[in-house]
Protein backbone atom coordinates (compact mmCIF):
# COMPACT_ATOMS: atom_id res chain seq x y z
CA UNK A 1 0.00 0.00 0.00
CA UNK A 2 1.21 3.56 -0.53
CA UNK A 3 0.75 6.24 1.62
CA UNK A 4 1.06 9.74 0.88
CA UNK A 5 0.77 12.46 4.39
CA UNK A 6 -0.04 16.49 3.87
CA UNK A 7 -0.70 19.09 6.09
CA UNK A 8 2.02 19.97 7.83
CA UNK A 9 3.69 23.50 7.76
CA UNK A 10 4.94 26.34 9.92
CA UNK A 11 2.53 27.52 12.91
CA UNK A 12 2.96 29.59 16.27
CA UNK A 13 2.10 27.53 19.70
CA UNK A 14 -1.26 27.18 20.07
CA UNK A 15 -2.26 26.42 16.82
CA UNK A 16 -3.60 23.51 15.01
CA UNK A 17 -3.12 21.56 12.55
CA UNK A 18 -4.95 18.43 10.52
CA UNK A 19 -2.47 15.99 9.04
CA UNK A 20 -4.27 13.76 6.75
CA UNK A 21 -2.43 10.70 5.08
CA UNK A 22 -4.13 9.19 1.35
CA UNK A 23 -3.72 5.03 1.11
CA UNK A 24 -3.69 3.61 -1.92
CA UNK A 25 -5.76 -0.13 -2.67
CA UNK A 26 -9.00 -1.02 -1.25
CA UNK A 27 -8.16 -2.62 1.71
CA UNK A 28 -7.57 0.38 3.83
CA UNK A 29 -10.26 -0.41 6.17
CA UNK A 30 -8.30 -3.87 7.30
CA UNK A 31 -5.62 -1.83 8.41
CA UNK A 32 -3.70 -0.34 11.52
CA UNK A 33 -2.98 3.14 11.18
CA UNK A 34 -0.54 5.19 12.79
CA UNK A 35 1.31 7.99 13.21
CA UNK A 36 4.57 8.64 13.71
CA UNK A 37 7.25 11.73 14.60
CA UNK A 38 11.04 12.29 14.61
CA UNK A 39 12.82 15.04 15.61
CA UNK A 40 16.22 16.26 15.02
CA UNK A 41 18.25 14.21 16.99
CA UNK A 42 15.53 11.97 18.44
CA UNK A 43 13.87 8.49 17.80
CA UNK A 44 11.15 8.03 16.05
CA UNK A 45 8.25 7.88 18.22
CA UNK A 46 4.58 6.59 17.85
CA UNK A 47 2.39 9.10 18.43
CA UNK A 48 -0.88 7.93 17.78
CA UNK A 49 -2.60 4.61 16.72
CA UNK A 50 -5.89 3.44 15.80
CA UNK A 51 -7.24 0.08 15.25
CA UNK A 52 -9.27 -1.72 12.39
CA UNK A 53 -12.13 -0.96 15.04
CA UNK A 54 -10.93 2.72 15.85
CA UNK A 55 -9.39 1.73 19.10
CA UNK A 56 -6.96 4.25 19.36
CA UNK A 57 -3.59 4.91 21.52
CA UNK A 58 -2.08 8.26 22.34
CA UNK A 59 1.42 8.94 23.51
CA UNK A 60 1.48 10.26 27.01
CA UNK A 61 2.89 13.60 25.77
CA UNK A 62 0.02 14.58 23.30
CA UNK A 63 -3.25 13.10 25.22
CA UNK A 64 -5.82 15.79 25.31
CA UNK A 65 -4.50 17.77 22.43
CA UNK A 66 -4.37 15.30 19.55
CA UNK A 67 -6.78 13.02 17.71
CA UNK A 68 -6.32 10.71 15.41
CA UNK A 69 -9.42 9.25 13.04
CA UNK A 70 -9.46 6.85 10.17
CA UNK A 71 -12.29 7.62 7.21
CA UNK A 72 -12.57 4.17 5.46
CA UNK A 73 -14.97 5.22 2.69
CA UNK A 74 -11.98 7.85 1.86
CA UNK A 75 -9.33 5.51 2.70
CA UNK A 76 -8.03 8.77 4.37
CA UNK A 77 -6.09 8.62 7.94
CA UNK A 78 -6.21 12.15 10.02
CA UNK A 79 -4.29 13.39 12.56
CA UNK A 80 -6.32 16.69 14.25
CA UNK A 81 -3.32 18.56 16.72
CA UNK A 82 -4.74 21.33 18.73
CA UNK A 83 -2.83 23.35 21.30
CA UNK A 84 0.99 22.90 19.35
CA UNK A 85 3.42 23.35 21.51
CA UNK A 86 7.46 23.62 20.12
CA UNK A 87 8.35 20.27 21.26
CA UNK A 88 5.53 19.13 18.44
CA UNK A 89 8.57 20.45 15.65
CA UNK A 90 8.64 17.21 13.74
CA UNK A 91 8.97 15.23 10.69
CA UNK A 92 5.15 13.17 10.84
CA UNK A 93 4.72 10.07 9.04
CA UNK A 94 1.89 8.12 8.69
CA UNK A 95 2.31 3.98 8.53
CA UNK A 96 0.07 1.05 7.81
CA UNK A 97 -0.19 -2.02 9.95
CA UNK A 98 -1.29 -4.32 7.28
CA UNK A 99 -1.88 -6.99 9.69
CA UNK A 100 -4.06 -4.70 11.23
CA UNK A 101 -6.66 -6.52 14.68
CA UNK A 102 -10.06 -5.05 15.53
CA UNK A 103 -9.07 -4.06 19.27
CA UNK A 104 -5.29 -3.51 18.95
CA UNK A 105 -4.16 -0.27 17.83
CA UNK A 106 -0.36 -1.51 17.60
CA UNK A 107 2.21 0.28 19.50
CA UNK A 108 5.80 -0.87 18.10
CA UNK A 109 6.68 0.51 14.95
CA UNK A 110 7.92 -2.97 14.07
CA UNK A 111 3.94 -3.74 13.31
CA UNK A 112 4.35 -1.20 10.82
CA UNK A 113 4.71 -2.30 6.76
CA UNK A 114 4.07 0.51 5.09
CA UNK A 115 5.24 3.95 5.47
CA UNK A 116 4.51 7.23 4.17
CA UNK A 117 7.05 10.00 3.59
CA UNK A 118 6.61 12.56 5.57
CA UNK A 119 5.57 15.99 6.11
CA UNK A 120 7.02 18.50 8.21
CA UNK A 121 5.49 19.97 10.95
CA UNK A 122 7.08 23.26 12.91
CA UNK A 123 5.72 25.07 15.78
CA UNK A 124 7.39 28.36 16.61
CA UNK A 125 7.28 30.00 19.87
Known amino acids: VQLQASGGGLVQAGSSLRLSCAASGRAFGTYGMGWFRQAPGNERELVAAISVGTYTYYADSVKGRFTISRENAKNTLYLQMNSLKPEDTAVYYC????????????????????WGQGTQVTVSS
Open 95 to 114: AADLGGRWYDPGIQSSMYES
